[in-house]
Every structure is written in C-alpha cells, then in structure tokens.
C-alpha cells in the first residue's frame, strides 16, 4: 500500500510563492507518473502538473511559467513550486501517484491566495 505525505499548503498574497512536497512511503512499485491535482470549490478536479516515467513533465496551461514540478528520486519525493500566485490558484492541491496497478491520492493541503 502506498502512502503520500503532503505539506505546504497554505494562505499567500497574489504574487507571492509556496512550496508543496509530496513524498511516497517507500515500496516495492513502479511509479509511472507523479503529480499534482487540484480541485477549487464547485469545479472539477484538474491536473495542475506531473512527471512521467522518464521525466517528461506536463503542465496545465494555467500554470505554464509559474509552476514547476522538480523530484527527488532518492527521497521518493516530488514538489509544487508555485510562483506568482493569482487568487484563481485558490484550491486544495492533492498529490497524486500512479503505479503499475492503481493510482493513488494524497489527503489534499489548502491553498488559498487572498490579500
């Protein structure tokens, strides 16, 4: 069973930066893709960025130039770097890990960009 721990979330100013990390209990899986999804009150779930087996990386267009989805491989671990936040950044970020066999979800962290 995997397990992700998320942190970072939280309250900042337009223009302002945070930092999301996601780590992955350590197992004996194959990560296919790694990523992050976030999901704003009364919208769908969408994908905010990831990275393929291989390193490629996709980005929502919303966040194309802000965003950036840097790993550590050692640490099982993959962030959210998030630059220049707007207030439509507002939602809860959940990671997301998809093995061989099944994909599986962090508990969501809050982020809100607000003055």
């Known amino acids: 069973q995997v397990q992700l721990a998320e942190s970072g979330g939280g309250l900042v100013q337009p223009g302002g930066s945070l930092r999301l990390s996601c780590a992955a209990s350590?197992?004996?899986?194959?990560?296919?893709?790694m990523g992050w999804y976030r999901q704003a009150p009364g919208k769908q779930r969408e994908l905010v960025a990831r990275?393929?087996?291989?390193?490629?990386?996709n980005y929502a267009d919303s966040v194309k130039g802000r965003f950036t989805i840097p790993r550590d491989n050692a640490k099982n671990t993959v962030y959210l770097q998030m630059n220049s936040l707007k207030p439509e950044d507002t939602a809860v970020y959940y990671c997301?890990?998809?093995?061989?066999?099944?994909?599986?979800w962090g508990q969501g962290t809050q982020v809100t960009v607000s003055s």
């Open positions: 997301n890990l998809v093995t061989l066999l099944k994909s599986y």
């Open positions: 350590r197992g004996a899986f194959i990560i296919n893709a």
């Open positions: 990275i393929i087996s291989r390193g490629t990386t």
